[in-house]
C-alpha cells in the first residue's frame, strides 16, 4: 500500500549542527506522488514548510531543503545549521490519486529539539 | 488573524456523552479535513467534505460523524465518545488536487474518561 515512514521519532541536536530527519516513502497505488513537510511548532496548527511535485527536483525553505529521490524512495529533510526556533515536530508526507480519489498520508512525525 | 480556528482547545469528556468539534475557516477554501494525531500515528484522515452540505467517510469513521453547514464551518460529531478517542484533532481546509497545500487549525485535545 501507500505509506510514509519516519524511523526517528525524537531527534536532539546542538544549536549549530547540521540535521537530517528521514523519510522514505511508499506509493504503490499513487501513480505521482507529491511530497511534503509539514512543521508544528508549539501551541500551534501544522504548516507547511516546503513541497516538491517533480521527482528529482529539490524544496527549500527557512534554511531546510529535501529532495525527491525516486530512486530511493526518500525525501529526507536536511538543515546545515539549526536553531533553537527550530524545535518542533516535523512531519513528511505524500498526496496523489489512487482510484479516482485524492490521498493524503502523513507520517508518525520526529520531534526535533535543539539544545543551546 | 488564523484562518482556521478550531474549538474548544481542550476538552474533557465523559465516556457515553456528546461531543462537538467545531471549526472555522476564513480561507474560502472548498475541502475541509478532520484529522486525528495519536503518539507513534501519523495524522490519520476521519473525515472530508467537498463544500457545504458534503461530508465523505475517511479512513477511520467509525464512531464519528460530521456536518457541513456552510462553506465556513466543518463539525466532528462524536455521538458516544469512548476512551479510545482520547486525542488531538486537527481541522484543515484546502483548495484539493493533488498538490494542494493544507491550512491546518491549532488543534483540539480532547480526553474522555
Known amino acids: 500500500g501507500d505509506s510514509v515512514t519516519q524511523t526517528e521519532g525524537q531527534v536532539t541536536v546542538s544549536e549549530s549542527k547540521s540535521l537530517i530527519i528521514n523519510c522514505t516513502y511508499s506509493a504503490t497505488s499513487i501513480a505521482y506522488p507529491n511530497l511534503f513537510w509539514y512543521v508544528r511548532y508549539p501551541g500551534e496548527g501544522l504548516q507547511l514548510l516546503l513541497k516538491v511535485i517533480t521527482a528529482g527536483q529539490k524544496g527549500s525553505s527557512r534554511g531546510f531543503e529535501a529532495t525527491y529521490n525516486k530512486e530511493t524512495t526518500s525525501f529526507h529533510l536536511q538543515k546545515a545549521s539549526v536553531q533553537e526556533s527550530d524545535s518542533a515536530v516535523y512531519y513528511c508526507?505524500?498526496?496523489?490519486?489512487?482510484?479516482?480519489?485524492?490521498?493524503?498520508?502523513f507520517g508518525s512525525g520526529t520531534q526535533l529539539t535543539v539544545m543551546p | 488573524e488564523a484562518a482556521v480556528t478550531q474549538s474548544p482547545r481542550n476538552k474533557v469528556a465523559v465516556t457515553g456523552g456528546k461531543v462537538t468539534l467545531s471549526c472555522n475557516q476564513t480561507n474560502n477554501h472548498n475541502n475541509m479535513y478532520w484529522y486525528r494525531q495519536d503518539t507513534g500515528h501519523g495524522l490519520r484522515l476521519i473525515h472530508y467534505?467537498?463544500?457545504?452540505?458534503?461530508?465523505e467517510k475517511g479512513d477511520i469513521p467509525d464512531g464519528y460523524k460530521a456536518s457541513r453547514p456552510s462553506q465556513e464551518n466543518f463539525s466532528l460529531i462524536l455521538e458516544l465518545a469512548t476512551p479510545s478517542q482520547t486525542s488531538v484533532y486537527f481541522c484543515?481546509?484546502?483548495?484539493?488536487?493533488?498538490?494542494?497545500?493544507?491550512?491546518f487549525g491549532e488543534g483540539s485535545r480532547l480526553i474522555v474518561v
Open positions: 508526507a505524500l498526496s496523489g490519486v489512487s482510484s479516482g480519489s485524492w490521498q493524503l498520508i
Open positions: 484543515a481546509s484546502g483548495t484539493g488536487g493533488s498538490g494542494n497545500t493544507l491550512y
Open positions: 467534505s467537498y463544500g457545504a452540505g458534503s461530508t
